[in-house]
C-alpha cells in the first residue's frame, strides 16, 4: 500500500538528548514536510523539503534539523536546544506541479521527561 | 496567506448534514480555500478546495459566497466518523511548488448519535 509511514508512534526522551524522528514515503513524491502539534493547537511548519538535498525552514525551525538524502525518506532531529520538543510531529508529502493535496503520516507523539 | 475565521465548535446530529462556515474577508483573487480534517491523534486528511466556483466531491460540498469573503464545507449525511477537527486554509497555489500550509485551531465537530 502506498502512504507515509512515521516510526515510532511514542517515544520518551531524557531533557538535553537529541532524538530523530523517521518520516518515510513509498508515494513517489518530490515535497515532503514537517509540522508540530500542540494541544488544542493547529499545525506549524518546522521544516520542508521540494526536492533531494534541499530543505527550507518553516516557521518554527529553531532547534530542529533535517536532511534529505533521499526522495523516500525526510528525519527530523529535535536537538536539545528546542526548549518545548514535547508534542504531536506530523510528516506529510505531496507532488510538486499539479497537486493540490498533502498526504499526512499517522503521526510521532514525543514526551521529553 | 488570508487568515481564516471558524467556529471552535459545532454539533450536529447523526444523518443530517453538517455546515461548518469559514470566513476569510482578506482572502485574495489567487487564493484557494482548502479544508481538510483531522481525527483524534491522526494526521489530517484533505477533503475539497475551491478556488471560485462551488464544489462537490465524494467526501464534501464546497460553497464559496460570490465575493469569495466566506465559504461553508457542507457534509451531506454525517456519520459517527466524520467527528473531528476541520480546518479552513486559504492559501496561494502556485505550479512551481506545494508549499506550506497554515493550519488555524479548526472547528471541533460532534456528531450526536
Known amino acids: 500500500d502506498g502512504g507515509i509511514t512515521q516510526s515510532p508512534k511514542y517515544l520518551f526522551r531524557k531533557e538535553g538528548q537529541n532524538v530523530t524522528l523517521s518520516c518515510e514515503q513509498n508515494?513517489?513524491?518530490?515535497?515532503m514536510y514537517w509540522y508540530r502539534q500542540d494541544p488544542g493547537q493547529g499545525l506549524r511548519l518546522i521544516y520542508y523539503?521540494?526536492?533531494?538535498?534541499?530543505?527550507q525552514k518553516g516557521d518554527i525551525a529553531e532547534g530542529y534539523s533535517v536532511s534529505r538524502e533521499k526522495k523516500e525518506s525526510f528525519p527530523l532531529t529535535v536537538t536539545s536546544a528546542q526548549k518545548n520538543p514535547t508534542a504531536f510531529y506530523l510528516c506529510?508529502?505531496?507532488?510538486?506541479?499539479?497537486?493540490?493535496?498533502?498526504?499526512f503520516g499517522p503521526g510521532t507523539r514525543l514526551t521529553v521527561l | 496567506d488570508a487568515k481564516t475565521t471558524q467556529p471552535p465548535s459545532m454539533d450536529c446530529a447523526e444523518g443530517r448534514a453538517a455546515n461548518l462556515p469559514c470566513n476569510h474577508s482578506?482572502?485574495?483573487?489567487?487564493?484557494?480555500v482548502y479544508w481538510y480534517r483531522q481525527i483524534h491523534s491522526q494526521g489530517p486528511q484533505y477533503i475539497i478546495h475551491?478556488?471560485?466556483n462551488n464544489e462537490t466531491n465524494e467526501m464534501a460540498s464546497l460553497i464559496i459566497t460570490e465575493d469569495r469573503k466566506s465559504s461553508t464545507l457542507i457534509l451531506p449525511h454525517a456519520t459517527l466518523r466524520d467527528t473531528a477537527v476541520y480546518y479552513c486554509?486559504?492559501?496561494?497555489?502556485?505550479?512551481?511548488?506545494?508549499?506550506?500550509?497554515?493550519f488555524g485551531t479548526g472547528t471541533r465537530l460532534t456528531i450526536i448519535p
Open positions: 506529510a508529502s505531496s507532488i510538486v506541479r499539479g497537486g493540490y493535496e498533502q498526504f
Open positions: 508515494l513517489n513524491h518530490d515535497a
Open positions: 523539503s521540494q526536492i533531494v538535498n534541499d530543505f
Open positions: 486554509i486559504v492559501r496561494v497555489y502556485t505550479n512551481f511548488g506545494n508549499e506550506k500550509l497554515t
Open positions: 475551491g478556488l471560485k
Open positions: 482578506t482572502i485574495s483573487g489567487n487564493e484557494y
